[in-house]
């Protein structure tokens, strides 16, 4: 190995030899992350990730057998995610690696919410070159915005949320654009007198619910349906006086129609007499300060504009609230991560 190197810095120099290494690491990173993450994607995707965290270990050959995966595909992600440390893999037996066990904890909402906006990057050239549209030609996977989403809020937002919810002792929780119900679900597992029903607009977002509620539904608490929050269906009878009204992240994606958002308020403060309303959502951050700080909100912007999505500031979500005759009750904005809480009369 020493002859072979000494041979290249005798053809190309110590000094240029050095700079090509050390450019070649500093572009391997990028590269490396779009593998990695593809690799990580897949992996999560059927299971095997979910079976290694539970199971400790897998045998890569059984797994391949019993999920129809293809055993070559398989091998190959496997060796390439032992190669950069993310497994562990000897012979056919399998485990996740400590930087593994890390991406399947805090940042593994953060993967799942990328893989959701997936479509918009693969796509990324022909969307750029006018060729594709979203929504008419590609869309998110929603069910992973709903997975990915649940899970990154579980951090912070739905803590305080929840919070906001019970200090006012509210008993029936109307959530719109509920995503996976995560919310729900843990707001009816802190408080046994808590009802909890949830509409998303996304049949497919709604019927993996269903197959989650048809496993535990809190004891008959919790259910979901169908439906636009501007065009709201009859709710299920036993869905009746709700004193609560929660949105999480649903409400931006109409922010670039703002008397849209005050006219649906406005409608369900009449709808739900007496109502309060708990709602979570984006606020732009200062340009300025992420350029300094380069967070996830970076990746969050870029997915969000290629979707059609904009972020409003906390200010817009204020004049919104008051166009819809709304009084803030208490709010929260947190600059550090881009997202504020506001409870509403
Ligand atoms: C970013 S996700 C947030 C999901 C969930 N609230 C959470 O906290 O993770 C937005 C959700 O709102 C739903 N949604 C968007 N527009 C809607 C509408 N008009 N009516 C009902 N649901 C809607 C989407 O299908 C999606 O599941």
């Known amino acids: 190995m020493l002859r072979q190197i000494l041979r290249v810095i005798r053809l190309l120099g110590l000094r240029r030899a050095a700079r090509m290494k050390k450019h070649h690491e500093q572009g391997l990173k990028t590269v490396r992350g779009y593998a990695a993450c593809s690799s990580w994607w897949a992996l999560l995707d059927c299971g095997f990730l979910d079976e290694l965290e539970q199971k400790g270990q897998v045998l890569q050959s059984e797994f391949a057998r019993d999920h129809s995966c293809e055993p070559e595909v398989l091998a190959a992600v496997v060796e390439y995610l032992d190669g950069i440390g993310f497994l562990h893999q000897q012979g056919d037996r399998v485990s996740l690696a400590p930087e593994g066990k890390v991406l399947m904890a805090e940042p593994r909402g953060m993967v799942e919410l990328l893989w959701a906006y997936e479509p918009c990057f693969g796509n990324l050239g022909d969307l750029l070159a006018g060729r594709k549209k979203y929504g008419r030609d590609l869309t998110r996977n929603i069910t992973y915005v709903g997975i990915g989403s649940g899970r990154l ?59 989650q509620l048809s496993r535990d539904d809190c004891g008959g608490r919790l259910t979901a349906q169908t439906g636009d929050m501007f065009d709201l269906p009859e709710l299920p009878s036993e869905v009746q006086g709700v ?103």
């Open 243 to 345: 004193d609560c009204v929660t949105a999480c992240d649903t409400f931006h994606e109409y922010i670039q129609q703002p008397e849209q958002l005050v006219n649906l308020l406005k409608g369900l403060k009449e709808r739900f007499a007496g109502t309060m309303f708990v709602v979570g959502e984006f606020c732009l951050q200062d340009q300025a300060w992420l350029k300094k700080h380069p967070t996830a909100s970076l990746e969050h912007h870029l997915f969000h504009q290629l979707s059609n999505q904009q972020i409003g500031t906390a200010q817009q979500w204020r004049e919104i609230f008051a166009q819809a005759e709304m009084q803030i009750v208490e709010e929260q904005v947190y600059d550090l991560i881009g997202h504020g809480y506001f409870t509403l009369r």
């Open 153 to 211: 809020c579980e951090q912070l937002p739905y803590p305080v949320m929840r919070r906001m919810v019970i200090e006012h002792r509210r008993r029936m929780v109307l959530d719109l654009g509920c995503g996976d119900m995560a919310f729900l679900r843990g707001l009816c597992g802190m408080d046994e007198q808590i009802r909890g029903h949830g509409i998303d607009c996304s049949q497919e977002m709604v019927d993996f619910c269903l197959k």
